[in-house]
């Protein structure tokens, strides 16, 4: 397992993609040079970047959640930008796959999907040990998938996205929040609003997680990010239940739902081994 | 291209697995004398089957359409009622993917989705020129992704399937009568609760296509299926204009939505193709 040297976190600008570029250069900077280190002696520099993307090119196509990224050369830019010859860009959702593959809790797993359940959704497909990619390099998208006829507009544009009905960020906006904790509280305490838009997240999910079972009937599905951490009774525990209540029995017995490992660094220390793993030659597949 | 030279068709039992193996056996030898052809003279007895099932050992696990397979030895059981050393058997769905890579819509496809939209919904996912059978081998089983928070019960005991809202079989139920064609030709002639059916229909198979074309983004998805046949305008078209309006724009350009080529007999077609590629050793995958 990796161990997190240096680190800096910053609010992503709201200001468009060279900003976006500049505060990264910028935090990489500092996190090195808070262990005094230089880009000099770095091995492999990696950046987990929403998606859909095109990870070869280094292209950010469409970012539901980030203003500016579209069509965006992030990769070329930020290796422009910080002076390395190539920067290993890719999905953060498959990062973290492959750093729940490598050292978490997909370990010895050829086959499984990895989900996060944060400000948005996604997720990443692993087939034989290699990973999904597609035509379009847009497999795994799975937070993209409709899940209700109707639904309030997604970032992505569609509706009935599992993520524009489960995700933190509109779980938060359906209670006109700014937190998706407070309206978990809310519910908690009773309030009925609150409790409304927690069971529709809750079906959301439990849709995804049958269709997932049935329809792709996965060994395992890893359920990473910061609102299922937060919130394993309404996020893992109603898929755990949905699948046993309505997959089909054969997939229901052959399928392991399982939490993260990684925990809140899994997309750091899932680019760090993904850096590695590029590095060391190893591709669409890795071990 | 395979021609059919000898053909017996006969409505299923609805009376138990043993009697469908009857009416199979039946139906096999009176098709064979037809021709004056015996099954000594067959290089390989195909059955394509409802699933999920276990292909290799010729179980059906549940067929949520017919009466009394519930993890039944078909296989076996028409292989002994025959006198044939083997079955091939597979899912019906397998077979007319495996029948449209080699002889219809898909061929040269490596990374296609088939989707059936008939009595029931079903397909199959090839990726890398592989069937993708999952750990249960309900991979594929995509009648079965839930695309609706709620709506009737579906034949396999769980919601919002697609295949509940949107196969030949629920639209009719939905109207209350005992064929889809009658439901969509009331809509046309403008009666409103058969418009909501069929709007319902189109928004469920929408979805489905949306969510296929962002979550596992094929290059081609091939759409057969009597309901498809017959009602294109229905089904296809919505699916296509689903994904343009609605997914991911670099997986909507990657993806072509294109009819199947084996029409009606693609379960036969599918079966003979299959039986013969599995006669020449060539099993997870064709050519």
Redesign the interface.
């Known amino acids: 397992m990796p161990r997190i040297i240096g680190r800096d976190e910053r609010v992503t600008p709201r200001s468009g993609a060279e900003d976006i570029v500049a505060a990264i250069a910028e935090s990489t900077r500092a996190s090195l040079a808070a262990v005094n280190a230089s880009l000099g002696e770095i091995a492999a520099v990696a950046c987990s970047a929403p998606g859909?993307l095109d990870h070869r090119g280094g292209i950010v196509?469409?970012a539901p959640n980030v203003v500016g990224f579209i069509d965006y050369p992030l990769g070329p830019r930020l290796a422009e930008e910080l002076g390395v010859a190539a920067i290993y860009l890719d999905r953060d959702t498959i990062m973290a796959a492959v750093g729940e593959a490598v050292a978490g809790a997909a370990r010895g797993a050829r086959?499984f999907i990895y989900v996060t359940i944060s400000t948005g959704i996604g997720?990443a497909?692993v087939?034989d040990g290699r990973l999904?990619?597609?035509?379009?390099?847009?497999?795994?998208?799975?937070g993209?998938?409709?899940?209700?006829?109707e639904g309030p507009r997604c970032g992505?544009?569609?509706?009935?996205c599992v993520e524009s009905l489960a995700a933190g960020r509109f779980v938060a906006e359906a209670y006109g929040v700014d937190d998706a904790a407070r309206v978990y509280a809310a519910a908690a305490a009773g309030d009925e609003a609150a409790e409304r838009i927690v069971t529709?997240a809750e079906?959301?999910l439990?849709?995804l997680a049958?269709?997932l079972?049935?329809?792709?009937?996965?060994?395992l599905i890893v359920i990473g990010g910061s609102v299922a951490e937060h919130e394993p009774s309404h996020t893992l525990e109603p898929m755990r239940r949905a699948i046993a209540?309505?997959?089909?029995?054969?997939?229901a017995?052959?399928?392991k739902i399982v939490p993260a490992a990684l925990g809140r660094d899994v997309g750091m220390l899932g680019a760090v081994i993904y850096g590695r793993e590029r590095v060391a030659g190893r591709d669409e597949w890795f071990r």
């Not at 992505?156 to 009935?160: F, R, T």
């Not at 209540?245 to 997939?251: G, L, M, P, S």
């Open positions: 859909p196509h469409e086959n997720g497909i087939i999904l990619r597609g035509a379009a390099n847009t497999a795994g998208e799975i993209h998938f409709p899940v209700a006829l992505c544009g569609s509706y009935g529709r079906k959301a439990g849709n049958v269709g079972a049935n329809a792709l009937s996965p060994a209540d309505r997959a089909f029995k054969v997939a017995a052959a399928v």
